[in-house]
């Protein structure tokens, strides 16, 4: 799956509308249409279907510079999946040579560890220091949250549901006050917590790369893992895990395979954690003061956006908690996965107009259910300004 | 190519334009995707008017043709460079410099999106009603240089009728600026409204001075499901002559019925050949009434089913749909070929029965939708297959359709601009004496003719 061929059809049903201009974040700050979904794909097709164009370095560029965030997919009238082209074009143009394979099996580690280096974590502020990894590259915790989880969380009392927790990478090496904040509130309103063995990461960022080999080594893994499992969902805190694993892990497979078909059974059991908690109600009252929040909406959530609204109609019950509506929540802030390591410039120009709604919102904190949101905002803003919205349910429980 | 390229860089800057081939592909359509033309030599990006002055200037200096570009959401192939050249793209210069709340107008920049402007506008209580659907993407530029229009010209007009003034570039690099501010304006030949409509033959335009409305303060928008395509006529032609002016009046095919489905319940049923979607606008006392007429109205002649929307929040999910109908049907299709005929709104009657007609006997699956309340139709051929026969006849059924519409009174082209793709149907409507003194006008325009050559008027007409 994810071959370029595939998305032959698609492609030919593009009716170059133009549509797309309008929720590209990459072409709004350069306004060059090579850059919309209409001219990227025009480009593969020309470029590496049919050869009517040598592929060199521009070509290279142009597919690199997408932040497959999806948003042209949600607004193309004709419903082309037109993110998935971009990544089917970067696999065939994966770079070469010594130094792209060492990378690459860095990140194979790095995606089966769960988002953790290990031993190899000491090397990144080495790299910082000696200028080889940029500086705002994330540190990870010195200890993953699961190395110190049993594999099943127990709430007091009777467990109202069972679920199982796809903790992301980020949450299990970057933020852990993230972790911390779910395991809390899923815990205090009696959610009985499974924490399979065996997981990897998602394959989201895999597949931001076009390793698709390597995310579907991760989804066949992560199948594994929960399809074993006995529960009434399987929540994720991470609004990109929610859509890897819930919309588009089947895609990685061939139709009717035993993949694609046992992850069509899993999808419909991934939720956004908050989302989960707003169906099952609250048993415990926050009681806790609050904050005012404002919300950024991630873009991968643009499919199952209701999700992140339940989230946060969770936190109407926080006392003294007041919602603070930017003007436009999903707009994007830039980061893009790590293509903000990459795109200093073009990631900074669309964080700018993100940066003004949150001051006009004049609220007191960012929540995002987004790890690469947060990560990117909060090198704007300051760390503590950028939260997950459990955490501020979590802290009402202190 | 390496001259063009240091030229460029030395007027625009480096990343004021570029001359790459994987860059300019794209540069090579409007939204008509099957239908690429020409090959440009560059794409040119101006920041402000007087580097897109300075650009003009070259290419007049260079003999270079010039083919000024919006979003590219055109439907006529207008913006296409179909002899090569510069694609003057417009997008950069995309502020809105002014809303005087005084004067009830506006300054923009040319390529200032019409979303963004109306969303401007309405946050401060003003109204700017024209709506080519593509409104979330197309310049006020394109807009202007098109008369493009939408649901809404059938209550309050298209671009023509807000355009006050023009910034533009004349071909040999001279900024003016026609027209003004104000709402009466009787000095001298009405070279704005020469310019809107002009396609970008005549001179670049690259401001607006645009007339704004109070925003009407609330809306109903209602839906009607008819039996027959016929019956829907009736009904548009019937409300106009009955004195009921809806805010907008869209004709669709029961197809669009499904697309509906997907975001309204309960469900409206998927049956007869037509539906009708209208607005309602004033009070919202006022916008209800006009709509629970028109309602009983439908449904006194035979109507099937009659929803209503007053709530905005549901309303804007109809009309976000009717928005993107046109990409979704290209794209269900091997090709899609669209007019925009418009004939007076009392003989929309006749233009159905003749184009169902036409689209039965040269065996064509032939939609007819449109912005029905202005007599805007769009026939809609829409094509499984490719090969020279059907090509002969959805060409001789674009003909008939055109020569139906001529004979009932109407016109070639109601809002897209006759760009590529009608021109050589243009002399059906005007006659040659029409065309020869355009011709005329342009070339006290446009001397070396560099200006959007090979569009308006087929080759032949162009000496």
């Known amino acids: 799956m994810l071959g370029l061929e595939q998305y032959r059809e698609a492609m030919e049903r593009c009716s170059q509308c133009g549509y797309c201009q309008a929720a590209c974040p990459v072409f709004s700050q350069e306004l060059l249409e090579s850059y919309t979904a209409r001219g990227r794909t025009l480009l593969i097709k020309a470029a590496l279907m049919d050869g009517d164009l040598p592929v060199g370095k521009r070509t290279k560029e142009i597919v690199a510079n997408c932040l497959l965030c999806g948003a042209c997919a949600h607004t193309c009238p004709g419903g082309l999946p037109l993110d998935e082209i971009t990544v089917a074009a970067r696999s065939l143009l994966r770079p070469g040579g010594p130094a792209a394979s060492l990378r690459r099996s860095l990140h194979r580690k790095l995606m089966e560890q769960r988002g953790h280096p290990g031993s190899l974590g000491k090397l990144g502020p080495l790299g910082k220091t000696l200028g080889l990894a940029p500086a705002d590259l994330p540190q990870p915790a010195a200890r993953p949250f699961l190395a110190d989880q049993p594999l099943v969380l127990r709430p007091s009392g009777e467990a109202r549901a069972r679920v199982a927790w796809f903790v992301g990478c980020a949450a299990n090496s970057l933020h852990l006050d993230t972790a911390r904040a779910v395991r809390k509130v899923l815990l205090a309103n009696g959610v009985e917590v499974a924490l399979p063995e065996g997981m990897a990461c998602c394959g989201l960022p895999a597949l931001a790369q076009g390793e698709v080999d390597l995310a579907q080594d991760l989804a066949r893994r992560n199948i594994a893992a929960l399809a074993a499992q006995e529960v009434d969902a399987v929540v994720t805190e991470c609004t990109s895990c929610v859509l890897m694993l819930r919309d588009k892990m089947s895609r990685l497979f061939e139709p009717e395979s035993p993949e694609a078909r046992a992850a069509e059974d899993l999808a419909p059991k991934v939720m956004e954690a908050g989302a989960f908690l707003d169906q099952l109600g609250l048993s415990k009252t926050p009681r806790g003061r609050g904050i005012s929040y404002t919300l950024h909406q991630p873009c991968h959530a643009a499919g199952f956006a209701q999700q992140v609204q339940a989230g946060l109609a969770l936190l109407e019950k926080v006392p003294e908690a007041g919602y603070r509506p930017m003007a436009d929540p999903a707009a994007c802030c830039g980061a893009g996965g790590d293509f903000f390591l990459k795109n200093l410039a073009l990631s900074r120009g669309v964080r700018r107009s993100k940066l003004e709604q949150i001051e006009q919102s004049r609220a007191e904190v960012v929540v995002t259910p987004c790890p690469a949101c947060r990560h990117y905002l909060g090198l704007a803003l300051g760390p503590d300004k950028v939260k997950h919205p459990l955490a501020i349910l979590a802290g009402a429980y202190e | ?463």
């Open chain 2, 1 to 463: 190519m390496r001259g063009l390229a240091k030229d460029l860089s030395r007027l625009v800057g480096p990343d004021g334009f570029s001359t790459a081939p994987e860059d300019l592909l794209v540069y090579r359509h409007d939204a008509i995707g099957y239908f690429a033309q020409g090959d440009p030599a560059a794409v040119v990006l101006p920041a402000d008017t007087a580097q897109a002055a300075r650009v003009v200037a070259y290419a007049s200096q260079n003999g270079m043709p010039l083919t000024p570009r919006g979003a590219g959401s055109g439907l006529s192939g207008g913006c296409t460079p179909a002899r090569g050249g510069i694609v003057l793209d417009t997008k950069r210069l995309k502020r809105i410099l002014e809303i005087n709340q005084g004067n009830l107008t506006a300054r923009v920049e040319a390529g200032a999106v019409l979303a963004a402007f109306q969303q401007a506008v309405e946050a401060q209580g003003f109204f700017y009603p024209p709506d080519p659907q593509s409104k979330s993407v197309c310049t006020l530029g394109g807009n202007v240089a098109t008369r493009a229009g939408g649901p809404r010209a059938v209550k309050y007009g298209t671009t023509g009728n807000y355009v006050l003034g023009l910034e533009a570039v004349l071909p040999g690099g001279e900024v003016i600026r026609t027209g003004s501010a104000c709402v009466k304006h009787s000095a001298g030949y009405d070279l704005t409204h020469l310019l809107t409509g002009s396609e970008g033959t005549l001179a670049l335009i690259t401001q607006a001075t645009l007339r704004l409305i109070p925003k009407p303060p609330a809306t109903c928008t209602a839906l009607a499901v008819c039996p027959t395509m016929k019956m829907a006529a009736r009904i548009v032609s019937e409300t106009i002559a009955g004195g009921v002016v809806p805010s907008m009046l869209e004709l669709l095919t029961t197809a669009s019925l499904a697309v509906f489905n997907r975001f309204v319940s309960p469900p409206l049923p998927e049956e007869g050949e037509a539906c009708l979607l209208m607005e309602f606008d004033g009070t919202a006392q006022e916008a209800l009434r006009q709509a629970q007429e028109m309602a009983a109205a439908c449904r006194d002649m035979g109507a099937i089913d009659v929803r209503l929307a007053p709530r905005p929040e549901e309303a804007a999910l109809y009309w976000m749909v009717r928005s993107r109908l046109y990409p979704l049907v290209v794209s269900r299709f091997k090709r899609v070929v669209t007019e925009d005929v418009t004939v007076p709104r009392d003989r929309i009657p006749e233009f159905v029965t003749q184009v169902m007609s036409i689209a039965a006997e040269l065996d064509l699956a032939m939609g007819l939708t449109g912005h029905a309340g202005d007599g805007n139709m769009h026939p809609t051929i829409r094509m499984d297959e490719i090969n020279p026969d059907v090509e002969k006849r959805v060409h001789q059924a674009l003909e008939r359709v055109i020569k139906a519409g001529l004979s009932l009174g109407g016109v070639i082209s109601g809002e897209h601009g006759v760009g590529l793709h009608k021109a050589e149907f243009l002399e059906l409507e005007l006659g040659r004496e029409q065309i020869a003194l355009m011709r005329r006008i342009k070339k006290a325009f446009d001397p070396t003719g560099i200006m959007n050559p090979g569009k308006i008027w087929p080759p032949e007409l162009e000496a």
